[in-house]
């Protein structure tokens, strides 16, 4: 469960942003869940030792929810301080303390990578103060994953085999970004997705295509405004279909409005995967924006992206 906001009971709290990169293949996904090892887990047992004098750990909110195995460079999650906890970070042991609260919001992501270790499979990046109405999950416009397929025309590399599907057949890229370019839209992605009681599956696809790095792998962009549960993995599996000849470049639109799941391509594995980036709006309406987002989606009122105006 993500945590809830502990400014609910009037308490005065100061919002910290934190950009988090993870190895996704040793986690059973984000969500903190008991005896299993996760992301949220590791981050807020290392919150716990920071602030245990405080008593309950503040716990964390996230962009975006990856599921097992599937890894992040620009994850982002917020938790909220109380005075005192902001302050206890700027009173290092055997250094001067700071009286900037921009510093102490700094020294967090140090803290935290200190406990993780240095071979650690997840790490803290940066973090710092958030503007005000910052939300880490309600207030962003699009997250963006990238998916990494080595086919039978490609380099088999040992080295990056935890973060790379290594498919059997050649794949036609060009047919495979056509493909993608074809789905592109607000639309119901019933088809798309794993059904979760009382969630929305209508999303904006604002950009989906393939290309073939320099290395030979081919590389799969993929950006909505949100994304729900397996929906970029049921669109790259479609996809490497086409680029394998067993769909019809049209077929995907078909069976995207058809509204029901189906077995005429596979969903693919997780370890290829990765959140690159979340963006957010310009700070004066980062607040309205998680507002309108935490209602809930139709195709009449889904929220607009407005060009321009976003920030990562």
């Not at 005075?83 to 303390?97: F, I, W, Y």
Request: with cysteine; net charge neutral.
């Amino acid at each position: 469960m993500e945590a809830e906001d502990p400014r609910a009971d009037g308490a005065a709290t100061r919002r910290i942003r934190l950009d988090i990169a993870y190895d996704g293949g040793g986690f059973r996904g984000w969500t903190k869940q008991p005896g299993l090892r996760t992301v949220q887990g590791e981050l807020e047992s290392a919150l716990s030792m920071i602030f245990s004098r405080f008593g309950e750990a503040p716990g964390l909110t996230v962009a975006g929810r990856t599921d097992a195995g599937v890894h992040a460079l620009g994850q982002v999650a917020h938790l909220d301080l109380t005075v005192a906890q902001l302050d206890s970070l700027a009173r290092p042991r055997g250094g001067v303390p700071s009286l900037d609260p921009a510093d102490a919001a700094a020294s967090l992501a140090r803290r935290i990578n200190g406990i993780l270790g240095l071979d650690s499979d997840v790490h803290v990046s940066g973090s710092r103060l958030a503007p005000e109405g910052f939300d880490a999950r309600f207030s962003a416009v699009w997250r963006r994953y990238e998916y990494r397929v080595a086919d039978a025309s490609g380099p088999r590399n040992p080295l990056e085999r935890n973060r790379t599907l290594w498919y059997p057949a050649e794949l036609d890229v060009a047919r495979m970004s056509l493909a993608a370019g074809s789905l592109l839209g607000l639309h119901d992605w019933a088809a798309y997705c794993k059904p979760r009681e009382g969630a929305t599956t209508i999303r904006t696809l604002q950009d989906f295509g393939w290309n073939r790095g320099t290395d030979g792998v081919l590389v799969a962009s993929v950006r909505a405004d949100a994304f729900c549960h397996s929906m970029v993995r049921a669109l790259v599996g479609a996809t490497i279909a086409v680029g394998e000849g067993k769909l019809e470049v049209s077929r995907l639109v078909v069976l995207r409005d058809r509204l029901v799941r189906t077995s005429e391509f596979k969903v693919a594995p997780a370890k290829g995967l990765t959140l690159m980036e979340v963006g957010y709006p310009q700070a004066e309406e980062l607040g309205a924006r998680a507002t309108v987002t935490r209602a809930r989606r139709t195709v009449e009122t889904a929220p607009p992206l407005t060009p321009g105006r976003e920030m990562v």
